[in-house]
């Protein structure tokens, strides 16, 4: 039972960190688009130059990606159930420390009960809830159909400028 609710518990993490990770790229793509764009309307970069803050953005998107994947990963699911489960105290690290060790006790077993109860009554589902992943993919949806409209705007200065920022000088020469 245990072993079913803390897989339970670490697949939601996973999620949790993927939406999180979605909601960060869309959020610097969308900043970025915004800052590029001004910064093409008011300074009218070369191709080059252009090139150039496009790797630039997407490297700066890669590395903040890659940073929060490593730190969301590090953390294990016993570790992250014991932070927002108060009533584990320290329990359940105990009880995955025994049983990694294959100690067998009394005590042990009395421990197994008392974590398998507080389980019950902590689902995995309230711990991690819908709406704590649901806020990053909500927010990640926002700032991708935010750049959607300014690439696909009428031929108006920010979106021609847009334009020329993501997709070159070729699909931004008729505007």
Do not use: C
């Amino acid at each position: 039972m245990l072993d079913s609710y803390i897989q339970s518990v670490a697949n939601r993490l996973r999620l949790l960190t993927w939406a999180r990770v979605a909601g960060i790229v869309a959020v610097s793509i969308a900043v970025l688009t915004v800052l590029g764009a001004w910064y093409v309307r008011r300074e009218v970069p070369t191709a080059d130059q252009l090139l150039i803050l496009r790797v630039l953005g997407s490297l700066a998107i890669a590395a903040g990606t890659l940073l929060l994947v490593r730190l969301s990963m590090g953390t294990s699911a016993i570790v992250e159930l014991e932070k927002r489960v108060p009533d584990f105290a320290g329990r359940l690290e105990t009880w995955a420390d025994a049983r990694q060790r294959q100690l067998k006790s009394g005590v042990l077993s009395l421990l197994d009960l008392e974590v398998t109860r507080i389980a019950e009554h902590h689902p995995s589902g309230k711990v991690i809830g819908r709406l704590e992943w649901l806020w990053p993919l909500l927010l990640s949806a926002v700032a991708i159909l935010g750049v959607l409209a300014l690439l696909s705007g009428q031929a108006g200065s920010w979106s021609a400028a847009a334009k020329r920022l993501w997709l070159g000088d070729l699909f931004s020469a008729g505007e």
